[in-house]
Structure formats: structure tokens, C-alpha cells
């Protein structure tokens, strides 16, 4: 449990605002590139919300694109428009569901072994991404493929410098220096010598351009919450809600007082309408971007403002283009980020005891480890939860005993 100020600015909160970047830039990355989203509105989007969460909050809480959303449209290659018009569904139900006050009635569903099985599942999903990056063959979006030859056989050279990136991670954990920034280091030199990055720095040109209006067409409503919103709102109610309460007063305790269900569905409702009103991608909070943030070093608010910032420049001051930029975060250094913050997160499911609360985290995290799909994981563990209260009601109860 971490004491705080609610702002300081310092080396190791800066490298760890930079923790969560394993999520945030390969999703933001594939929706610019493969859906069609610009550029500028998906950063200021994200910028907006990581500044209006540092200030309300003043701890490191995550911003990142709805996992569900961003999977399915860059799976189906659905359209900018139609992306919006799921920013829209899920800010407008996010802030009915806050105005309502409908996360108190919803809390009972999320029981403390539930909570744990979403947090061991998305901890399963986070090295498994962190596999599935440093198996890719380029080392940066875009870039060549490289491969080194082991007994005749081609193997990715990201393998190689995946191996490098965590054991400099490992060290850097142990002499308590800024992990990301170590890392992140490392991954540029390595991006400007195998990745080809070198070849995108004439492409980068600065310049302002502002985020325009973007609406959705009506066509596109119906498309939007069939395929995006109705698979994710029970992951957003289950890893973005809950399971956040409960990661951020595991790790800040009493400074975490104003991390509630009510207040979280608030700033992600309005970050959604934000980001939705100029041609961003969907976002949302996370329990495991807060472990990223936590255990790569950020404390404070300063982390949130300082991602808001850095996005809004990437946004608004290299001429709609940040593409070049990001060449230089090689893809096996995000891998590397992304498996360890998975087993740092699901280490918070240690605590669970007794058989029924095992078995309840189990299935959840099988089940969203199987079929990657943490909501259904969430599903499962909810039929299990009310399953065991159901024959506990049925128990017969010796005499004496009120229920």
C-alpha cells in the first residue's frame, strides 16, 4: 500500500507513465493504419482523457482503447464511422449507468474471486500479446523482417531482442532505476539499427493541425452496438470498473478514495464523447495499465498529465502523422513490457483461498486465456459464483444455525 503526493514529477514517474504503451501503441497504431482513424483525433482523444484523469484522480490510472472495440474493428476492417458510432453508444450508457448510480446495484456481480479471476485472465491475455509481438518478424510497424538463422531454421530476431529488452528490465527492477526509460532506450538504438527506423526520420514533419468534427452516420448505430458495444461492456464493467477499484486500493490504499465504480464510469463516459467528437478511438480505464503504470515506477498524478501531454503533442504538432514516431518502439520491447507487466498483474489473484474462491479465479481466467476473450471468462465465473450460492442455499443447516 503506497502513500502519495498527488503530484510529483520525477525520473522513475516519468518512465513509469510510459509503462502502458505495450497496449496503448500497438491498438492505436493498427486503427490508424487498418480502420482509418486519424491520427490526431485518436492522440487527442487519448491526451484529453490521460489530463482530465490525472487531475481528478491524482494517481496513475491508465487511459487506453477499449480492447473489444479495438480487436473486433481491426479484425473486421470496419470503418472510422462506425467506430465513432460505438464511442458514442458506450459514452452515453457509461454515463446513464453513472447517473444512475447502477454500479452499486452491478457490485454484487464481482465478488473478490471474480475481481481475481479477471485480473489472473487479463494477466494470461498481457503475456500472451507480449508473446505474439516479439514473434512478429518486423521490428518496427512498417519495417522489414528480420530473422536470424539457429540450426538452419529462420527465427525472428525479435526473439533475440525481446531476451535483451527483459533482462535489462529484470536489472533495472533490481537497482530500482526507471524501467522504461531503460528499455524504451534500448528499443530505439535496436529500431535504428535492425528495425530500419532510421529511414522514417525524413518522414517526420512538424507542423499544427487541429482535430476536426467527426460524426457517425445513422447508418452505422445499429452496426456499432451489435458488433463492438454489446461484446464490451460487460469486459469495461468487469476489468475497467471493478477490477480497477479494486487494483488501485491494493496499491494506493486510502489515496485510492477516489477510484469508485460511480466515478470511473464517469470520466470513461465522458472521455468516450470526447473522443468520439473528433474521430478518436474509444477509451477506457484499466486495472492492468494500472499495474503497468504502478510497478514501472509512476506514483502520482503527474504520471496521467505527463501521457496527456506527450500525447496531445503527438496529436496536434507533427502534422497529423505520428506513424514515423512510433517506428522507433520496436515491437519486441513492447513485448517484453507486456509479458512482464502480466505476470505482475496476475499476481494480485495470490491472495484467493479456499477452494471455491480458486476454482471460481481458475475458470475465469481459463476461459478468457482459451478463448481470448475476457468477457466470456467473466461470464463463466459469474454461472460458477451463482452456482455455489445457489447449493449453499439448498444446504441443509443444523438446528440452532439462522441463515
Not at 5 to 18: H, K, N, P, T
Not at 54 to 69: C, D, E, N, S, T
Not at 316 to 327: E, K, M, Q, R, T
Not at 362 to 379: E, H, K, M, R
Request: glycine share 12%; charged share 10%.
Amino acid at each position: 500500500m503506497q502513500k502519495t503526493d498527488s503530484f510529483r514529477l520525477s525520473v522513475q514517474e516519468i518512465g513509469g507513465a510510459l509503462g502502458d504503451i505495450g497496449v496503448l501503441l500497438p491498438l492505436t497504431a493498427a486503427l490508424i493504419t487498418v480502420n482509418g482513424l486519424s491520427a490526431t483525433g485518436v492522440f487527442f482523444g487519448v491526451g484529453i482523457a490521460y489530463v482530465l484523469t490525472g487531475l481528478f484522480y491524482r494517481l496513475p490510472l491508465p487511459v487506453q482503447p477499449l480492447k473489444a472495440i479495438a480487436a473486433i474493428a481491426i479484425a473486421q476492417g470496419l470503418s472510422a464511422t462506425t467506430i465513432w458510432a460505438a464511442g458514442w453508444w458506450m459514452g452515453g450508457l457509461l454515463l446513464v449507468l453513472a447517473a444512475t448510480d447502477t454500479a452499486r446495484l452491478l457490485g454484487g456481480f464481482f465478488p473478490r474471486p471474480v475481481t481475481r479471476g479477471i485480473q489472473l485472465g487479463l494477466g494470461l491475455l498481457l503475456v500472451r500479446s507480449g508473446i505474439l509481438l516479439t514473434m512478429r518478424r518486423e521490428i518496427v510497424p512498417g519495417g522489414v523482417e528480420r530473422v536470424i538463422r539457429l540450426a538452419s531454421q529462420p527465427v525472428p530476431l525479435g526473439w533475440l531482442l525481446a531476451g535483451v529488452a527483459f533482462v535489462l528490465l529484470l536489472y533495472a527492477v533490481y537497482r530500482r532505476w526507471p524501467v522504461s526509460l531503460i528499455v524504451l532506450t534500448f528499443g530505439a538504438f535496436a529500431s535504428l539499427i535492425w528495425g530500419g527506423a532510421a529511414e522514417s526520420l525524413g518522414q517526420i514533419r512538424l507542423g499544427l493541425v487541429l482535430p476536426r468534427p467527426a460524426l457517425p452516420r445513422l447508418a452505422d448505430l445499429a452496426d456499432a452496438l451489435l458488433l463492438l458495444v454489446l461484446p464490451q461492456l460487460p469486459l469495461t464493467l468487469g476489468n475497467a470498473v471493478f477490477a480497477t477499484v479494486d487494483t488501485a486500493r491494493t496499491y494506493f490504499g486510502q489515496a485510492a478514495r477516489r477510484v469508485t465504480p460511480r466515478a470511473l464510469l464517469t470520466t470513461m463516459g465522458l472521455s468516450q464523447v470526447i473522443a468520439a467528437l473528433f474521430g478518436g478511438a474509444p477509451v477506457c480505464h484499466g486495472s492492468g495499465g494500472l499495474t503497468a503504470h504502478y510497478k514501472l515506477g509512476a506514483r502520482t498524478g503527474a504520471a496521467p498529465l505527463f501521457m496527456g501531454a506527450l500525447c496531445l503533442v503527438l496529436a496536434l504538432f507533427v502534422d497529423g502523422n505520428v506513424l514515423p514516431i512510433l517506428a522507433f518502439v520496436p515491437y519486441p520491447v513492447l513485448g517484453a513490457l507486456l509479458a512482464f507487466v502480466g505476470v505482475q498483474h496476475g499476481l494480485l489473484a495470490r491472495d484467493v483461498r479456499g477452494y471455491v474462491e480458486i476454482s471460481i479465479a481458475l475458470t475465469i481466467a481459463t476461459v478468457a486465456f482459451a478463448t481470448t476473450n475476457l468477457a466470456l471468462g467473466f461470464g463463466a465465473g459469474i454461472v460458477l459464483w451463482q452456482g455455489v450460492r445457489w447449493i449453499q442455499r439448498l444446504r441443509p443447516r443444523p438446528e440452532g444455525v439462522r441463515p
